[in-house]
């Protein structure tokens, strides 16, 4: 019997001149930011995370209070800055559930309650 092994696509790379921008609007936060730092780093690990998983499953994740206070924090808007789906999108389990139930925006807005809606599964 043949083993077959699953070949995992690279990890994503960003972009030199993506990875400055991301360092420049950290940087910025960090240095304008008053606050619970608690929420500094929240906000930071969002823009982190943005560009591999995409706005779509960010929406999933966060509320729109949250997502509205740490696009303040950061000075962005989330819908315009990060690509609707990113290489990792897929991976959280939340967006998996919206997609398959047929209904992103009810599943964004609370209105059809998913477990685990903030988990990631492993690359897969």
């Keep these: 019997m043949t083993k077959v092994t699953k070949i995992r ?7 030199d001149n993506r990875s400055l921008e991301l360092s420049l609007i950290a940087q910025k936060a960090m240095y304008e930011y008053k606050g619970s ?5 929240k906000a930071i690990g ?19 209070r949250t997502i509205r206070k740490y696009e303040e924090i950061l000075g962005i808007q989330v819908k315009e800055f990060f690509p609707e789906l990113g290489p990792y999108s897929h991976r959280s ?9 047929g ?18 599964t492993k690359e897969g």
């Design 9 to 15: 696509s690279p990890m994503p790379q960003i972009p």
């Design 46 to 64: 969002m823009l982190m995370t943005g560009d591999v998983f995409g706005w779509r499953v960010l929406l999933i994740m966060h509320n729109k």
């Design 37 to 41: 730092i608690d929420e500094l780093q």
């Design 93 to 101: 389990v939340g967006y998996e559930v919206a997609i398959k139930l």
């Design 103 to 120: 209904n992103f925006w009810k599943a964004v807005s609370g209105d059809i309650p998913i477990d685990n809606r903030r988990e990631i």
